[in-house]
Nanobody, 125 residues
Framework: QVQLMESGGGSVPVGGSLRLSCGTSSYAYSLACMGWFRQPPRSEREGVVTIDLKGRTTYADSVKGRFTVSRDNAKNQLVLQMNNLKPEDSGMYYC???????????????????WGQGTLVTVSS
């Protein structure tokens, strides 16, 4: 099981930016699939973005054009740059990772049910 630790959350106004990081206990370059999820208040956890070993990404429609995911293999981190934030982006953000799966999907990572402690993002209008 990969150990994960999210950081970088905070409170920003509408239109602001945040950069989230997820540190991993395994070499980031060896993780077949990594992703970000979020859980708004009183809502279900939802997928934000996944990225596979080849750098192929899948973004939720709600964040396309505003969020950018990247792997920092030198630091063993997954990074999420979030721009033009909206109130509906608020929630706890979690990362997920798997070292083996060829199925880099929201459903697969969600089913693993292996998360860090999360980092809170609050966007105020």
């Amino acid at each position: 099981q990969v150990q994960l630790m999210e950081s970088g959350g905070g409170s920003v106004p509408v239109g602001g930016s945040l950069r989230l990081s997820c540190g991993t206990s395994s070499y980031a370059y060896s993780l077949a699939c990594m992703g970000w999820f979020r859980q708004p208040p009183r809502s279900e956890r939802e997928g934000v973005v996944t990225i596979d070993l080849k750098g192929r990404t899948t973004y939720a429609d709600s964040v396309k054009g505003r969020f950018t995911v990247s792997r920092d293999n030198a630091k063993n981190q997954l990074v999420l740059q979030m721009n033009n934030l909206k109130p509906e982006d608020s929630g706890m953000y979690y990362c997920a990772a798997d070292s083996l799966t060829p199925d880099c999907s929201f459903d697969y990572l969600m089913a693993l049910d292996e998360w860090g402690q999360g980092t809170l993002v609050t966007v105020s209008s």
